[in-house]
């Protein structure tokens, strides 16, 4: 081996096999796409096969030279692992120190000059530039994007006056975003291989700063050029940058076409979806209006994505009702939907049936939303983890917990090998398994998981972002459960008054949380409080149109026997367990496993120790 370079090399293990020179994989004879950092990772882990390898030296073999969250590492390893298939459970993570490739490997040296001299120079440099897809998209892009910007340059310069020719203009700068949105930009796509790829957003994010001078007589292109940016910056979870770059590109459109011209129905609908994203209900109920007025009155194409993407936030805001009468008229046979917007409108009404306690209805949605990103993503993607998760959630609140276990792990585990352990979206699991261990009584489990979901969601969502509060308030139950009432109430008392801020007019939103508060009280011993919160409960459900024979309004008797134990009047917490059970018989197609309906019977003396 002397005569070769330690990297100069084809590696083999398994189906894998790994070129180090031309820096190209492949798995069971099919070659493979993926980003530079993972081939590095696996060059490194190759060169100490059977050894383990720290995160340091990882994070420097990945991103040499570049500072890097050890969170990046874990993704990377994740989009390894996938790549490689069935070998890919060889990399194995040794905790806390990093990682090591297990079993046999082959390495076999390349021949001798094979790479030596100029021929071997340049054929290693078209490797680098053109050795994947993804590659070959990021160059011609880059060439393109020079070309166009100075095409735009010399349209300027040359004063391109003709509409004819202004329209061939438009129509080829159209062209030339289509296809840098399809094939380069499509990497800032967190779920794609290639975004870890900092060089990539740094020139994303200069693109942004100076494209509106450097185009300023073309608004066409700068009206796609910030959709463009828009997308990639959502796609990085900066939501108020994205709506910042769709706000430019509205206004322009407006001046171009008339603010309720179809041009600007698409427009509508993403600045709607990233104001959602971004915990701004209020603009985004305006933004989510005028998508749907537009497309109606303009007859864009876009009509039923704009009621989906209207509905999503109607969900959001606690109008169940009205989301799940939208999203049933956009799922009738005949309607003009992709795929993707077929999927999101089976969540969105699985969601909302869900929450107006129509449980047979929602599980159906929910399952057959499984089955579409199943189809169209397939068994290990992102959106595949949501709908796992989502359906996971929806057995914890039926009381299902053995079958939701299986959901929720599924979930977690595409969600910890694509988007890493710690992101905001692979915690959600960790959420639903806390809120069955409150259900449960197992209130010390369900603290310990909620402490992590609280700070990580602070840190990256925000105090006021509907998970945090979520999570807040029911870690003061759980504190209040295990008796840690100093815990429970400061937590009680942030909640309230973020719940103060974000809740108001929000009537069955706000329903759930004063559900969670008085019971929190009632575990308190705060009873004339609990009373209150329970009250205000009921008021809440008046105001939303909650129907008679929802659980909900079962659980408000349920709330009373509550109130009742913190007041030590057993007498009167049977009564009211009595009358819990009789309204949660009222209501249709209940699961028998419904959490309330154990508290019920508990209450009324039916299952414990004072049961007989």
Not at 232 to 245: D, L, P, T
Not at 309 to 325: H, N, P, T, W
Request: proline letters at 4%; one cysteine or more; glycine letters at 10%.
């Amino acid at each position: 081996m002397g005569d070769n370079p330690t990297g100069a090399a084809i590696w083999r293990f398994g189906g894998v096999e790994f070129d180090a020179v031309e820096s190209t994989l492949a798995v069971a004879g099919e070659a493979v796409d993926i980003d530079r950092s993972c081939l590095a990772l696996l060059a490194a882990l190759l060169e100490q096969a059977g050894e383990p390898l720290g995160k340091d030296a990882l994070l420097e073999a990945g991103w040499p030279g570049r500072v890097v969250h050890e969170n990046s590492l874990a993704k990377a390893i994740g989009r390894l692992r996938q790549a490689l298939g069935d070998d890919g459970v060889r990399i194995e993570a040794l905790y806390g120190n990093g990682y090591r490739l297990t079993g046999p490997v082959q390495r076999t040296p390349r021949p001798p000059g094979r790479t030596d001299g100029l021929n071997g120079r340049l054929s290693q440099l078209g490797a680098r530039l053109f050795g994947s897809r993804i590659r070959t998209a990021v160059v011609l892009g880059a060439v393109l994007v020079g070309l166009s910007l100075t095409a735009a340059g010399l349209a300027v310069g040359w004063g391109w006056t003709a509409r004819k020719e202004a329209a061939e203009q438009t129509r080829q700068v159209e062209a030339l975003v289509d296809f840098l949105g399809s094939d380069v930009l499509s990497s800032a796509d967190p779920y794609s291989p290639a975004f870890q790829d900092r060089s990539l957003r740094e020139a994303i994010e200069r693109a942004a700063a100076t494209m509106d001078d450097r185009l300023r007589e073309d608004a066409p292109t700068r009206v796609t050029l910030h959709r463009m940016v828009a997308e990639a910056f959502s796609n990085w979870g900066e939501y108020e940058k994205a709506v910042s770059h769709l706000d430019r590109a509205y206004n322009l459109s407006a001046r171009l076409h008339g603010s309720r011209a179809a041009e600007s129905v698409p427009i509508d609908i993403a600045i709607c979806q990233n104001l959602r994203l971004a915990g701004e209900p209020r603009r985004a109920e305006r933004i989510c209006l005028r998508a749907e007025q537009g497309a109606r009155a303009s007859g864009s194409p876009h009509l039923n994505a704009a009621r989906i993407a209207r509905a999503k936030l109607q969900f959001e805001i606690g109008e169940y009702d009205a989301a799940a009468v939208a999203l049933t008229e956009a799922l009738k046979p005949g309607g003009r939907l992709s795929g993707e917007e077929r999927a999101d409108a089976e969540w969105f009404l699985g969601l909302s049936l869900r929450k107006l306690g129509r449980f047979e209805p929602a599980a159906g949605a929910l399952r057959r939303h499984l089955a579409m990103r199943q189809t169209l993503h397939g068994d290990a993607h992102p959106l595949t983890a949501w709908a796992h998760a989502d359906y996971g959630d929806f057995l914890v609140d039926s009381g299902d917990y053995v079958r939701a276990d299986e959901q929720l792990d599924r979930a977690r585990l595409i969600f910890d090998t694509t988007l890493g352990p710690d992101h905001p979206e692979s915690l959600s699991p960790a959420y639903s398994r806390a809120v069955a261990h409150l259900w449960r009584g197992e209130a010390g489990d369900a603290g310990a998981l909620l402490r992590a979901l609280l700070e990580r969601y602070r840190e990256t969502l925000g105090a006021d972002h509907f998970w945090t509060l979520y999570t807040m308030s029911e870690l003061a139950l759980a504190e209040a459960m295990a008796g840690e009432d100093a815990r429970a109430a400061a937590l009680l008392r942030e909640a309230r008054q973020t719940g103060a801020r974000v809740l108001y007019g929000r009537a069955g939103k706000a329903a759930h949380f004063h559900l969670r508060w008085a019971r929190t009280l009632a575990a308190l011993g705060q009873a004339d409080e609990a009373e209150a919160e329970r009250r205000r409960a009921g008021d809440a459900m008046d105001q939303a149109f909650v129907m008679p024979d929802h659980p909900w309004r079962a659980r408000l008797h349920c709330l009373a026997g509550q109130v009742a134990v913190a007041r030590d009047d057993a007498a009167a917490a049977r009564r009211a367990g009595r009358a819990c059970l009789s309204a949660l018989g009222a209501v249709d197609a209940l699961p028998k496993t419904y959490p309330a309906l154990i508290e019920a019977r508990m209450l009324a003396g039916l299952d414990g120790p004072e049961a007989g």
